[in-house]
């Protein structure tokens, strides 16, 4: 019988200075890469793929398949590029993981990198979490200084580098072909597939693109094997994950359950939604995925249940928005982020957006009229799955599943004249209105 | 550190002590990576930390050094969103008005503080103190409202909270994050960093607190553990330390404080 919640990447996440190597090691850090440096790389990716973990950072596709996708070795380089440019909207799980235990990540990145035979690996974090990137570059000097990177790090005569790369802001670059362009030192821009970065990604080699809580994930698999991992989470959704509470929920944060697990079991655990306030609607995984409501409270958030209950499992970014919300403004401002994300590559997404935004904004306002849900939708056809990249197919499924499970909402704001929804009941605190004046410091 | 002969164009009017000194910094950076042009996003960064934002000298030194244009630097510039085009004032407070933390009351937060300190987004106070942004998603919705200050975490805000930080920070008192370094570093020291030169303040701060502790917590009052959690059997873990819960509640750990969670 398995536990409820499955501490196992967050286990040492309490510790005193927890992200340091001698923490880290004091819990049993880097055994598993001791481990893995005895076994044959072909092993360690035979294990993976029997353990049947599948890419944490939304897509959901298996790991080590992933990893088998690489041509031979033809001598030349090869790359693992991690994506922790974490920054779909709900998604915070990679970030407190890096702050409280990079060495995780770092095991995880020299362990996968021995297995596909990358000497160089990289790991690419979002600009604006600056104690992030401190942390990471301080935990791979660590690495370095203890000889587990660097010269003869992986046996001998060969090496393993890290570098750890700060991104500048920009949300396209979680979608891992752009994320190779900007790492090229290009605007970050999706590249045509294929072929796909297993063939020509990073300076056109093969590589490898990993999300943070994938590669996080691998040291435990090595050390406590495919089966230990299959034990937990359900059959084609093996293992455990980082579940993201956020919003009107009482004790709103990370919990690493085995997949499987329901938003009613997590919002017993969390305290459950906002006292005096009922569920109104929440996301699965982050702002790209059809919304749910109370009426999935019970799906089991594993990949085929939430698919096949019409949305994603994406991130386990589970955004809890009560009965005080208008699913309008939710839905207008996500617009407004994914137009001004929209990386101008493909028409569809960069006038699509454009136009869902006006759209979106005149009928929040009260200055809509009725046709326009049938403007919106139609834009939401003509983006999806014409787009360049998931980003466009993204920004439709919040529209098209909130005009589905709302449209009388969208139809009140246009036949009323705008919002019948009060702000401040929806926010987190008092508010202390009028504000002080002339209370303001030069300094 | 090297001290190579470098060959400048006359399109940047750096100073030559100021010249070197950043060209001997870009020689670093282009160190770390198989192919010079992707040190570009860093050096952006490093040029910003020098003048606090990227100027046409900071985008003419870039493209020297990697042998590009200007025009194949700005299109770069130009796309990312952390990269300045004018002066930055001395610290970027971002409110995230992302759905979540805007509904949360990031927008009352923002409107308050835009009043507060008389700029709108994207603009810079008269004392040159804080460039007032919107931010998007910043990975911490479940500390909403968030508000980064220099790329540091300042969570679950309010309009209060949020309005005394401004003050402080234009009074030039320290303000400490919620998650991050002790103090919050100036814009340009913070965009040295990002340039990837290490200030030595990675042990600052906490691991982990509040939002970020909530289920390890209720896993540890229940003991609820993941298969076979207490058998690390062939680890080099320090004698008497194999198979004891970690240490919490530490100076710099906050599992058991909950000054964060209010």
Redesign the interface.
Known sequence: MTSPLTPVLSDTWDADQSWTLETYRAHGGYGALAKALDLEPAGIIQTVKDSGLRGRGGAGFPTGMKWGFLPPDDGGPRYLVVNADESEPGTCKDIPLMMAAPHSLIEGVAITSYAIGCTHAFIYVRGEVVHVYRRLLNAVQEAYDAGLLGKNALGEGVDLDVTVHAGAGAYICGEETALLDSLEGRRGQPRLKPPFPAVAGLYARPTVVNNVESIASVPAIVERGADWFTSMGTEKSAGFGLFSLSGHVVRPGQYEAPLGITLRELLDMAGGVRPGHELKFWTPGGSSTPLFTAEHLDVPLDYESVGAAGSMLGTRALQIFDDSVCVVRAVARWTEFYAHESCGKCTPCREGTFWLEQVLARIENGTGVPEDLDVLLDVCENILGRAFCALGDGATSPITSSVQLFREEYEAHITGGGCPFDRAAAELFERKRPAVAGSEVEG | MTTEAYSRGPACSYDDETYRRLADDAAQIVA????P??????M??LVQAEESYVSRDGIAFCAER?GLTPAQVS??AT?????KRHPNGRYTV?VC????C????G??IFD?LS????VGHDQTTE?G?ITLER???????????VV?V????FD?Q???TA?RLA?S????EDVT?T???STV?TFQE?SR????F??G???E?V??S???????????E?D?????EAA?S?????PG??DVP???G????S?ESKESDK
């Open positions: 770390r990576y198989p192919e042009r992707s040190a570009l996003l860093p952006l960064h990697l299109a770069v796309f990312y969103t952390q990269y971002g008005t992302n759905t979540l805007a509904v949360m009351g927008d009352t308050e009043e507060h300190l008389d004392d103190k931010v998007e998603c910043n990975a911490a919705c479940d500390f909403a409202p980064m220099n790329w540091e975490f679950n309010n309009p209060e309005k003050d920070l234009r009074l030039g994050p998650r991050g370094a570093a913070v960093v990002l340039a990837g290490p200030d303040r990675a042990d701060g691991g982990a509040g939002a970020t502790l909530a289920g390890l917590r209720l896993a540890r229940n609820w553990r993941a298969p076979e690390p062939d680890v080099d873990a320090a330390e194999g970690p240490r919490t530490g100076a710099q750990s599992a």
